[in-house]
């Protein structure tokens, strides 16, 4: 069974750091784009940063510099370092499995979510 269980979510004052973790179960991180996505209050879900299976990362321009996507296959657990964290970084926070193979077309995996609440 597929599985994917984000955790560590919580509140942060501005300035403060969370670390997101995401673990993956009945299928192999390795193969796949794994991404975290968010959605703020009343916004649209966004893609926050990704990591491909050769560990390419990208960003969204509003995290570059402060976030920082990273991986440990051997646990097959991804995870999301926020740094610098801001109120307009409050949101629900996805773990995201893409299938990047031709075998895995169509396979698109997504946590339940985590709270991420960034407040003075």
């Known amino acids: 069974q597929v599985r994917l269980v984000e955790s560590g979510g919580g509140s942060a004052l501005p300035g403060g750091s969370l670390r997101l973790s995401c673990t993956a179960s009945g299928f192999n991180i390795s193969t796949y784009m794994m991404r975290w996505h968010r959605q703020p209050p009343g916004k649209e879900r966004q893609l926050v940063a990704g990591?491909?299976?050769?560990?390419?990362?990208n960003y969204a321009e509003s995290v570059k510099g402060r976030f920082t996507i990273s991986r440990d296959i051997a646990k097959n657990m991804v995870f999301l370092q926020m740094n610098s964290l801001r109120p307009e970084d409050t949101a629900v926070y996805y773990c995201?499995?893409?299938?990047?193979?031709?075998?895995?077309?169509?396979?698109?995996?997504w946590g339940q979510g985590t709270q991420v609440t960034v407040s003075s």
């Open positions: 995201n499995g893409l299938g990047a193979t031709r075998a895995q077309v169509g396979n698109d995996y």
């Open positions: 990591v491909s299976p050769l560990g390419f990362t």
